[in-house]
Every structure is written in structure tokens, then in C-alpha cells.
């Protein structure tokens, strides 16, 4: 009680007066945060509107990629940013985020592809010099898939074709790449109209397919009868024909290509599909060749001479016209002749020599044709298509005093045709008959008989000395005279017949000359026939 008294106030003083408290306002000094607290809130939502998909692109390697610096662009406009890259767990690439514009979702479709752009020299061209200065960014060809994605896989290379292209695909199958590669041009009578954009190796591991692009409006000219052919480089052909050298333009020379064209009697006009298959021949001629009706037979032609200078894919010819080509050479041992022959097998084109499918149709009256027309006279043999390579064909050609082969089988599953030896060969048999004959000639028998034929006229001149020295006084000077004069010309004749005598010893020496010279001809017939080229560069020391 008296604690409460004494917290009493004294006595005369005034009475605290009890106010309810007032409300809270804010200073001013608070308004300038929640101003700027709002403005960064609708900075924020704005940029939450309009903000696109993050994406992320795997790249075997960061380089180029800067985050928050490089730009994602689509035709030089861009698009979006790179906002991170880490390497992945195992290491083996990197994921690159990627945060795209409000305005760029439709690249978030799942065929789009990406790319870091940056100087690249490759067949196609030089490409991304203008990052020199500007630096790296990662260029961009928008899908049209109607599925979206937000993981994609990033291209090493930029794409040879992008979305936007106009043309269309083709399907080439060849034996093999040559100097071909991605980027390689497509020509059309010179005229860049395409390019080659992939290939790959066939599982059986022998055919090589390749793709190419025809640009527009370029792709009308592809029909189906169109042909297909390595354009690349220097074609350099030297056979039995000469020498063929033939190219499309400088760049196919540095670069390789193809090229297209169709026959010039094609009457083909409509443009074929897309993605249609042709063959990839080796070069024009091959390509241009045209199609057999019938299927080609083989045949062996068995040779007993040299075979030097002839390869495989040499023509085989009938009076000017090429009705087939050698398949392959080859060598064969005769136990029973202990000797060799050559046989060559070439492949023959029924409807190139004027026949029909009736006439091969039948094999007895295939097998009838041939035999008539070996009993005619038709025979194979090698020629020289050309003295400057060497380079040798195989002819056939009726040849009427040739006898007729006693093992002829044309009944083989390799029918084989007879053969004569060629033309050079017959020179040198006729050379070596020549000397033959030459050498059996007896010039000694001969010299010895005119020898014994001297000495009898020798004996009878002096037999008729002994005449005219009986009838001297009678006969007249006349005779006496003439008579000195035969024995003086027989008197020559005898210096000029004798064994030590200069016209024999001449006679000799030319037939001894004549011998050799038959030789050194037998031996440059052969040089020339292993050496051809020494017609031109002349004879080589043989080390």
C-alpha cells in the first residue's frame, strides 16, 4: 500500500493527459527504392514475357564460344546468346546453354542444325572470314519439323545444304571415290549448277554412293536418260587409239567433280524424279557408250607370239569398227608341245557385229555362224595400233589361205577362235627364211667350178697359140691381130676369175655383208619390238 501511495503524483501537480497513438507515414527518402523496386519488378516480368526457350548444342570443342558474348544468327540477324558451356561428365564434348529470343521459338524445332561459324577453307570455298574481325558465333539453319526439341547436337562443319536451298537430290553409285569429296561441283556442259553433299562406303565394301545436289532451276535437265561422269582432274588417256587428254575446267583440275550431260539423240525430255539412281561412270566416252542389246560373249584367243603391248580394255576390231575389248592375259604351258602360249580372253558384242538375238539365242546355230565363218577364213591378230606407244589390238579380219585349225572347240564353256600371227611377225619369219636360204647358197663350189672352168679355157688358148704359130705365114695379119686380142681379154678374164683374183674376193665380202646385214636386221626387229619408244629417243644403253 504504500509503495502504490507513493507513485501517486504530489499533490497540486497537473494531470498527464492520455492520447491515442496516430497513424505511420513514410518518409520521402522511402520513395525513391520502391520506385526502383517496381521498375525492376516490371523489368523483370517484361523480360520473363519476352524471353524465348533455353536450348543446349553439344560441340566436340568450346572454341569459339564465349558465354554471354557469342551470338546466335540467322542471316546476320541474331536470334540469341550462349549463356554457358561446361564440359560434359566423360569429357568427350561440350554443352553449350543457349538462351534464344521470344521471337526465335520456331528454332527450337528438332531438325534444326547448329554451327560455329568461323574462317574455314574447304573444296566448297573459303567461308567465315568476316569472324576475323567480328569474331566466332554460331549460325543457325531453322528446322521445319513440327516437333520441338531443346537438345541438339552441333554440326563440325557448316551444312552444304541449308533449309532455304531450291534444287534436288540425286543418288550416284560408283566403283570408286577418285578425288571426290563434300563440296566437290556438279557441272553441266561447264556450268556450275550443283555440288556433291555426302557419300559413303556400301557394306559389301566395293560400291561407293554418293549424293548430289542439283540447284534450281538446273534439276529439269536430269531425265532418264541422262549419264553420270568423274569429271575430276586431268583425264589422260593413252591406249591402243593414241593419246586423249580431256578436262572440264581449272577447278576440276584443283578440285575434282562431276558432271552430267544426256546423249545428243536422247528425245527423253521429261525431268526425272528426285533422288532417281545413275551410275558414276569413269569418264565421258564410258559414260556416252551405248547400252548393249545383248549380252556380251567371251572367247579365248590363244597366241604363239609376244603379247607385249597389249592390256586389258584394248579394243578388239573389225575392219575399223570396235566390236569388243580384252578381258585378261594370261599364260599357259603346253606339256605335250613343251612350249607356252598366251591366252587372251576378250569380250565379244553380238549386236555391234550386225547379229540378233535370234542368232545368239540358239547356241547350235550361234555355234553354226562361227564355224562358218572360220571355215571363210576369219582369224584374230595382233596389231599395232600405235608406233609411238607400242600399244597393240586385237584385229579380226578374213585371211582366205589360212588353213583351218584341227583343235578347234567351240563347244567350251570359253569357246576359243583361231588365231594367225600378226603382220610383224610374218616380216621377221620372211627375213630369217631369206638368210636361211642365203646361207645354203655354195659360193665356195661356185668359185672352184670357174676356177676349173678357167684352167680349161687356159689350156685351149694355148692349144690355139700353138695353131696360130703353125699357120702364122698363112693366115693374115688380121686374124694375128684379133687372135692377140681374145688372148689377151681371156688373159684378164683368167686375172679376174682367179682364187686371189679382186672380183671374187668382192663377191665374197658383198654375200658375207648381205649375212650380216640379215642379222642386224633380225636383231632391231626384235629391239623394236620390246623398245618401240626408240624410235623416237633413240637406243638406250642396257645396264
Known amino acids: 500500500m504504500t509503495e502504490h501511495i507513493d507513485r501517486l503524483p504530489p499533490a497540486g501537480l497537473p494531470q498527464p493527459e492520455r492520447k491515442p497513438p496516430a497513424r505511420w507515414l513514410p518518409s520521402i527518402v522511402w520513395l525513391i527504392p520502391i520506385i526502383a523496386a517496381v521498375v525492376g519488378l ?312 550386225g547379229l540378233h538375238e535370234k542368232d545368239v539365242a540358239d547356241d547350235m546355230r550361234k555355234r553354226a555362224i562361227v564355224q562358218s565363218l572360220v571355215q571363210r577364213g576369219m582369224r584374230a591378230q595382233l596389231r599395232t595400233g600405235n608406233l609411238l606407244t607400242g600399244q597393240l589390238f586385237v584385229a579380226l579380219d578374213f585371211f582366205p589361205k589360212a588353213s583351218l585349225p584341227t583343235d578347234l572347240n567351240l563347244n567350251a564353256s570359253l569357246p576359243e577362235f583361231p588365231t594367225t600371227p600378226g603382220t610383224f611377225d610374218e616380216l621377221q619369219a620372211k627375213l630369217g627364211d631369206i638368210v636361211t636360204k642365203m646361207g645354203k647358197v655354195p659360193f665356195d663350189q661356185i668359185g672352184q667350178d670357174a676356177r676349173t672352168a678357167m684352167v680349161t679355157m687356159n689350156k685351149m688358148l694355148g692349144n690355139a697359140d700353138k695353131l696360130v704359130t703353125q699357120v702364122n705365114g698363112d693366115v693374115a695379119p688380121q686374124v694375128l691381130a684379133a687372135l692377140q686380142d681374145a688372148r689377151r681379154t681371156l688373159a684378164t678374164a683368167n686375172e679376174a676369175l682367179g682364187p686371189d683374183a679382186s672380183l671374187q674376193q668382192d663377191t665374197r665380202r658383198m654375200m658375207q655383208e648381205l649375212t650380216r646385214t640379215a642379222a642386224s636386221l633380225r636383231m632391231l626387229t626384235d629391239y623394236l619390238e620390246r623398245h618401240p619408244e626408240a624410235l623416237l629417243s633413240g637406243r638406250r644403253e642396257e645396264k
Open 42 to 353: 516490371s523489368l523483370l516480368i517484361t523480360a520473363l514475357i519476352s524471353r524465348g526457350p533455353e536450348i543446349t548444342v553439344t560441340f566436340r570443342t568450346a572454341e569459339g564460344l564465349t558465354p554471354g558474348k557469342t551470338a546466335v544468327r540467322y542471316k546476320d540477324l541474331d536470334i540469341g546468346v550462349v549463356k554457358s558451356a561446361r564440359l560434359a561428365a566423360d569429357r568427350s564434348h561440350v554443352i553449350a546453354t543457349i538462351a534464344l529470343t521470344k521471337d526465335a521459338r520456331s528454332f527450337a524445332a528438332a531438325d534444326t542444325r547448329f554451327w560455329v561459324v568461323r574462317p574455314r577453307f574447304a573444296i566448297s570455298g573459303v567461308s567465315g572470314l568476316e569472324t576475323l574481325l567480328s569474331g566466332a558465333y554460331i549460325g543457325v539453319d531453322a528446322g521445319r519439323s513440327a516437333e520441338t526439341s531443346h537438345r541438339f547436337t552441333g554440326l563440325e562443319a557448316p551444312p552444304v545444304i541449308t533449309s532455304d536451298s531450291s534444287g534436288s537430290q540425286f543418288v550416284l553409285h560408283a566403283q570408286d571415290l577418285g578425288s571426290l569429296d563434300i563440296g566437290s561441283p556438279l557441272f553441266y556442259r561447264r556450268v556450275q549448277v550443283g555440288h556433291v553433299v555426302a557419300y559413303q562406303l556400301e557394306p559389301n565394301g566395293r560400291d561407293i554412293t554418293l549424293r548430289v545436289f542439283v540447284n534450281k532451276p538446273y534439276e529439269k535437265l536430269v531425265t532418264a536418260d541422262t549419264r553420270f561422269w568423274h569429271a575430276s582432274g586431268v583425264d589422260l588417256k593413252l591406249d591402243a587409239n593414241g593419246l586423249k587428254l580431256s578436262t572440264q575446267s581449272l577447278v576440276t583440275v584443283m578440285l575434282g567433280g562431276v558432271a552430267f550431260q544426256a546423249p545428243e539423240h536422247s528425245t527423253v525430255r521429261k525431268a526425272a524424279a528426285e533422288n532417281t539412281e545413275f551410275l558414276l561412270a569413269a569418264d565421258q566416252s564410258e559414260a556416252m557408250k551405248e547400252p548393249e542389246e545383248l549380252a556380251p560373249a567371251l572367247a579365248v584367243l590363244n597366241f604363239d607370239q609376244s603379247v607385249r603391248g597389249l592390256s586389258p580394255g584394248a579394243p578388239v576390231d573389225f575392219r575399223g569398227v570396235t566390236v569388243g575389248q580384252v578381258r585378261s592375259i594370261g599364260i599357259e604351258y603346253q606339256s605335250d608341245k613343251k612350249a607356252f602360249r598366251m591366252p587372251v580372253v576378250v569380250e565379244l558384242y553380238p549386236s555391234r557385229m
